[in-house]
């Protein structure tokens, strides 16, 4: 799970990276900069999510750990 976690990271770094190109900061709600931003946005939730839920695997494993001790 860990190594998923890692992958999809980084997948959603490289949209970001990817769309920042396609930004237009001269008419940025307008065009292709409204689907650049809006992709951002979702590759940032998406990265949160990831995050929250290694956390979450690593405080179970924890909890585990502890009970058995």
Known sequence: MKILSI???VIA???IGFNVTKLNFN???GGESIV???TILLSLCAI???QILRISKRI???SKEK???
């Open 7 to 9: 992958i999809l990271t």
């Open 13 to 15: 770094l490289g949209l």
């Open 27 to 29: 008419n940025l709600f």
């Open 36 to 38: 650049g931003l809006i």
């Open 48 to 50: 949160v999510l990831l």
């Open 60 to 62: 179970e494993k924890l």
């Open 67 to 69: 009970r058995n001790v």
